[in-house]
């Protein structure tokens, strides 16, 4: 018998996860659609798109796996949005050598715009890093006139890790699935601002966003979707 490889077990489980959740639908799934909404084309229809939406949101959360760091990328929940407040300080970058600010330097205006009334406008998506039941990680989008600005169709993205999770990958499985969401949304592009000394900069290049303006201590940086 073949022994398979772990990339084709791994295959394998997903797909049994996807049959048994739904998520690959067979004619027996669409059959019982149809005969539950009398075969009434406008309400399948409808009940075929809430469930496309939904079994979207769902996935994400399953298929953003990292089973060798055992930690699941999905959806910010309801009542997490508090976190982002945590995720925000985390996000203000120290240079090398200095202190970090008092915590209180998110309640000011150009920052709390990362975070005020965050599910509730367009464009605002959050993924975040959870490790058994702790989240320990977030990325976010919000149009928004923020640092990283650059027109009011173009959500702008932050992103931090507590500090004891950076620098294993996690960071930048965050971004990708973020853009990833973002394309499926319909948005073209997405933006954000790093600190030039920053060595999230490389991380960035690496993913693919380019530098289309830069200010004093700041690149504004692109990501065409």
Known sequence: MKQL????????????YNKTHGYIWTPDTLGLICSGNDNEAERIGKQMLEMTCRMRNEHISHMMS???K???IRLLRKGETDLLADFLYEAVFVPEGMEPPARDIIEKPELRVYTDDF???KGDHCLVADFGGKVVGAVWARIMDDYGHVD??????AISLYKEYRGQGIGSQLMVKMLELLKWQGFERASLAVQKANYAVKIYK???FKTV???????I???EL
């Open 5 to 16: 490889k772990e990339k084709e077990y791994e295959e394998f489980r997903q797909y049994l």
């Open 66 to 68: 990292d089973k060798r």
């Open 70 to 72: 055992k930690y699941v």
């Open 119 to 121: 599910g509730f406008r």
């Open 152 to 157: 009011d169709e173009t959500p702008s993205l």
């Open 206 to 208: 690496d993913i693919g």
């Open 213 to 219: 303006d830069e200010k004093a201590e700041e690149y």
């Open 221 to 223: 940086m692109e990501y």
